[in-house]
């Protein structure tokens, strides 16, 4: 069994680590941009898995922050589940967060739903974003809600519809299917 004062100092992370991911979307919904360099580690990197979205350094996330706001209208991000893993290092710990945001976008009403893959810092300043990929299920026209997850090609974001970067590019999904006889 761990000691009590390990045991408190996990549970003192996993708080902040929550704040942290609750900080972001306040931050972003409410456009405190100049509060934003405070969520991530210098050397951070933000990324979306289809390749869009993809800054190394605070100066450069808060640029594409800048850039994505340009063709975004108001919206509210909602966390769900939080994941949290420590590994031996007691300066890092994993994540992963699902969520959705409801937003204004290409002069409609969208939705998405969203994980985000983490890496957590510890900092002098507390626990800060080291990485953090976006992956969508899907990010659609309101009006395409109601029979998105039909079809493969839910991220309709852009000009075109592009493949969700979820559940089926996820190995753990392709074996699933495969060992059912739907590959």
Not at 128 to 135: E, L, Q, S, T
């Amino acid at each position: 069994m761990q000691a009590l004062e390990d045991r408190l100092t996990r549970l003192e992370a996993e708080s902040q680590i929550r704040q942290l991911v609750a900080r972001y979307c306040f931050y972003l919904d409410d456009r405190l941009m100049e509060r934003v360099p405070s969520l991530f580690t210098d050397d951070a990197t933000l990324r979306s898995a289809d390749g869009v979205m993809n800054a190394v350094g605070v100066e450069a996330i808060v640029e594409q922050f800048h850039g994505r706001f340009d063709v975004l209208g108001p919206g509210h991000h909602f966390m769900h589940d939080v994941q949290i893993d420590f590994g031996d290092d007691k300066t890092t710990a994993r994540g992963r967060v699902s969520g959705h945001a409801e937003l204004w976008r290409r002069g409609q009403m969208m939705v998405t739903a969203l994980r985000y893959d983490d890496v957590y810092r510890s900092t002098e300043d507390g626990w800060k974003f080291a990485d953090r990929v976006i992956n969508f299920l899907y990010y659609v026209p309101v009006s395409e809600y109601p029979d998105i997850l039909r079809t493969p090609d839910r991220n309709r974001a852009y000009d075109e519809p592009k493949p969700a970067d979820f559940p089926e590019r996820l190995p753990s999904w392709i074996a699933y299917e495969k060992s059912r006889g739907r590959s």
